[in-house]
């Protein structure tokens, strides 16, 4: 089956643009996979939050881009188009499986998260998907124009879930419900 995505534009050799981002091709399993371990060794245990954050800045940049290139709405027919965009990429099959655009709230569901994906490879069986959480919070928050807006992942394929999930909703929400501290 041919797959097409016209979300990626070619500026000039080695130059690739997404949404008016510079983009680069990385391996996942050994480049995204190593980087992030190397930066556990050196900074421990907050790396996860270095990536969230960092993630959380790229959604937001996705969207803005998008919204003024006037190829997604601030709707969530746009959540759902930053999604499929974030999967077309290669960063896994993620879908959304429940969204409410007015409370800001979203369920989605990936069982081939690349981060999830190298961390099981590698025998590794915590939850691992940081920075998919902090893109999806990105989309989120650049969408809805609000700054209260985070992203848990509640299930990981590397702890042995057949599907990531990730509830991405207001901060206070997710604390009430528990799925956040």
Known sequence: MAISCDLIRFRSRGWICVEGSR?????????????????EQLIGPVTGT???NAAVEG????VRG????????RSDRGFRDCVDAYAQLGFGDFRVREIDYGSARATVTCRDAFEGWAWK????VSKACYYSCGILAGFMKALTERDDIECVETECIAEGADACIF????EDELVREGLMV
């Open 121 to 124: 490879r590698h025998g590794n």
């Open 66 to 73: 998008a919204v003024k290139s006037g190829s997604i709405t």
């Open 59 to 62: 959604g937001i940049a996705y």
């Open 23 to 39: 983009t680069c091709l990385t391996d996942i399993e050994h480049g995204f996979y190593g980087i992030r371990k190397a930066v």
């Open 50 to 52: 270095v990536y969230y």
């Open 167 to 170: 509830v991405i909703a207001p």
